[in-house]
C-alpha cells in the first residue's frame, strides 16, 4: 500500500546559534508530537487608523487616555522580535493575551516566514523542516530520480517500481500533494530498474519527462520523451505510443544516458555512449537533436571519442546554451586510475563542434555537472560553469570552473568534512548558485556493501556559510545509491532537498524532504 502524507510527519530542528549544532531527539525516527511551527501571521484585530506608538512600545488605541490604564504589562513571550513587548491597548483597554497589535508587524503566532528573524519568539530563528514524502520500492540511483521546480511547488520523478514512472507532486512547503504513474517502456524486464536513466525537463510545451532504457545484452538503448502539465500527470498527444515519444533507438547498451533542451525549449538533444557487455564506459559519444514529438532534427552522429584505446568516457552531462547551441562534458578516465580528465566541447544547433575542445584534469569520480548562472554572470559563453568535489590544497572541496571558454577561474563553493565523501546537488536559483550535500562515511567499514554508510546533511546557509542541518540528533542511514541530492527554490527565500535514508531491517527506503532558510 502506498504511504501517503497522513502519515509524514514535521518536526523542527533546533539551531544552537552561533555553533552550527542541531539538538534533537535521539532515535533516527522524527518525534511523535512535533511543535507545529508552520501557520500564518496573527493579524486579526485591526487597528484603528489614528493608531500610534508611545515611547515603551505599547501601541495606543487613538480613543484612549493610555495614562488612565496604567503602565501596561510585559506580554507572555519574550524572545525574539517580542522581546521587550509590552500590551496594546484595545478597544479602551490592554490586551488580555498579546497579538501582533503588541509583537509588531514581524510577529507571526507560527513562523512561516524566512527573514532572519525569530517571529514566533520560541528561540529558533527560521526554522527548517524535514518531512517524509514516500515510502520507495527499490532505491533508485542518481539515474533513477530527479526534480523540477513547477508552478504551484515541485515535481519529482522516481523509478523505483517495475515499468512505471511515479511522479510525486509537492507543493511549496514540500508537502506531499499526490502521485502520479506514468507508464514507461522498459527493455529489460530481469533488471529494469538499473536499465533506466531520467530527468525532468522544462520545455517550451511545460513539465517533460526524459527517460532511456536499455536492452538485458547491452545491445540496445531506447529514449523517450512525455509531456506532462504542472501537476505531473501525462498530456496525451494524438497517435504518441504509451511509452512517450521515441527520440532514439540504437543499437548500443547505455544505461546513463544525458538529455537537455534548447534555449527556446522546443527541442531535445540527447547524448549516449557505445557502451555495450565488452565495454564498460564506452568509447564514442554519439548524440542527436529531436523535435518534443521525436521528430528528427540532426541525426545521430559521433559527438566525442576517447583519447586513447586503455581509457573510456564516463560520467557524461549535457546542457542547452542560451545562444541555442549546447554544451557536453564527459569525464575521460583509465581504468583503474585514481585521476581522470574533464572534457568539455560546444556545439551549434546542427550539433557541430565550435571551438577548441577545453580539458580539465580531475579525480577519479569528481561527480562533475555543468550548470548555467544566468545572465547575471555574463553572455551565454561566459555563464556556464562546472561544479565538482575535489581537493583544494589541504581541503576537500565542491568547487566551481568558471569562465570555461576563457582564462578558466576556480573558486570553493564549500569546504567538506574530512575524511568524508560529499554526496551532493546544485541550483541555480534567483539569488545564486546554491548547493547542499550529504557529507557520508562508512560504518562500519567492511560491512553490507548497500547499506553501510552513514551521513548528515549540509548547506551553503546565510552568506554562504556551510550549515549542518541534520535532524533527530543522530547520522542518517544511507544505502550505496543514496549518492544524490535534489535541489529546487522555494518561495519566499526558502531552498527544498529531497534525499533517500534507509534502513537494513527492515528493509525499507524513504525520500525525505528538507525546507531549509536562505535570508
Known amino acids: 500500500m502506498e504511504v501517503r502524507m497522513r502519515w509524514a510527519r514535521l518536526w523542527v530542528v533546533v539551531v544552537a546559534v552561533g555553533s552550527g549544532m542541531l539538538g534533537g531527539c535521539e532515535d533516527s525516527d522524527p518525534p511523535s508530537n512535533p511543535r507545529p511551527d508552520a501557520g500564518t501571521v496573527d493579524a486579526g484585530t485591526t487597528v484603528d487608523s489614528g493608531t500610534q506608538v508611545d515611547d515603551g512600545g505599547t501601541q495606543v488605541d487613538a480613543g484612549s487616555d493610555a495614562g488612565s490604564l496604567g503602565e501596561p504589562r510585559p506580554c507572555e513571550r519574550t524572545e525574539g522580535i517580542c522581546a521587550g ?75 523505483d517500481r517495475e515499468y512505471v514512472a511515479r511522479v510525486i507532486q509537492l507543493d511549496t512547503a514540500l508537502s506531499w500533494l ?86 527556446d525549449g522546443s527541442r531535445v538533444f540527447a547524448a549516449w555512449r557505445d557502451t555495450s557487455a565488452s565495454v564498460f564506459g564506452g568509447r564514442e559519444l554519439s548524440g542527436t537533436l529531436t523535435e518534443l514529438d521525436g521528430v528528427g532534427v540532426v541525426p545521430p552522429r559521433v559527438l566525442m571519442q576517447a583519447l586513447a584505446e586503455d581509457k573510456v568516457l564516463y560520467g557524461v552531462d549535457v546542457m542547452g546554451l542560451r545562444d541555442g547551441g549546447f554544451l557536453v562534458l564527459v569525464q575521460e578516465i583509465k581504468e583503474g586510475a585514481t585521476e581522470g580528465l574533464l572534457r568539455l566541447q560546444r556545439f551549434d544547433n546542427a550539433l557541430q563542434p565550435v571551438g577548441e575542445e577545453r580539458t580539465f584534469p580531475s579525480e577519479e569520480n569528481p561527480e562533475a555537472r555543468l550548470v548555467d548562472l544566468g545572465a547575471a554572470a555574463g553572455d551565454a559563453l561566459e555563464s556556464p560553469a562546472i561544479v565538482l568535489r575535489g581537493p583544494e590544497g589541504s581541503e576537500r572541496v565542491l568547487k566551481v570552473l568558471g569562465n570555461l571558454f576563457g582564462e578558466v577561474t576556480s573558486r570553493p563553493l564549500a569546504v567538506t568534512t ?102
Not at 522544462?202 to 532511456?212: C, F, K, N, V
Not at 534567483?430 to 567492511?446: F, H, I, M, Q, Y
Not at 531491517?505 to 524513504?510: A, C, F, L, Q, Y
Not at 525525505?512 to 532558510?517: E, G, L, S, W
Open 178 to 263: 499526490g502521485i502520479t504513474e506514468v507508464p514507461v517502456e522498459v527493455m529489460d524486464s530481469s533488471v529494469s530498474l538499473d536499465s533506466v536513466s531520467t530527468r525532468l525537463l522544462r520545455t517550451s510545451q511545460g513539465p517533460a519527462l526524459y527517460y532511456a532504457s536499455a536492452g538485458p545484452n547491452h545491445d540496445h538503448t531506447r529514449g523517450h520523451l512525455v509531456l506532462l502539465d504542472e501537476q505531473g500527470h501525462r498530456v496525451p498527444r494524438t497517435g504518441e505510443p504509451e511509452g512517450g515519444a521515441l527520440l532514439f533507438d540504437q543499437a548500443v547498451g547505455d544505461r546513463a544516458t544525458a538529455a537537455a533542451v534548447s534555449a
Open 85 to 159: 513587548a509590552r500590551r496594546a491597548v484595545v478597544d479602551g483597554a490592554y490586551e488580555p493575551v498579546c497579538t501582533a497589535l503588541s509583537y509588531g508587524t514581524h510577529y507571526e503566532a507560527a513562523e512561516t516566514r524566512c527573514d532572519g528573524l525569530d517571529n514566533d519568539c520560541d528561540g529558533v530563528k527560521d526554522p527548517l523542516s524535514w518531512s517524509q514524502v514516500e515510502s520507495l520500492g527499490l532505491p533508485p540511483h542518481a539515474g533513477r530520480i530527479s526534480s523540477l521546480r513547477v508552478t504551484n511547488g515541485v515535481l519529482a520523478v522516481v523509478f
Open 418 to 519: 574530512p575524511g568524508e565523501v560529499p554526496w551532493f546537488g546544485t541550483s541555480v536559483t534567483s539569488r545564486g548558485l546554491k548547493t547542499a550535500w550529504l557529507s557520508v562515511s562508512e560504518d562500519p567499514p567492511g560491512g553490507d556493501p548497500w547499506f553501510r554508510w552513514q551521513g548528515r546533511f549540509w548547506a551553503l546557509g546565510n552568506g554562504g556559510a556551510s550549515e549542518d542541518l541534520t535532524p533527530w540528533g543522530t547520522l542518517l542511514r544511507l544505502h550505496r545509491y543514496a549518492q544524490w541530492v535534489q535541489l529546487e527554490e522555494l518561495p519566499g527565500n526558502w531552498m527544498g532537498a529531497l534525499v533517500m535514508t534507509s534502513t537494513v531491517s527492515p528493509r525499507s527506503h524513504t525520500l525525505q524532504a528538507v525546507r531549509y532558510c536562505v535570508p
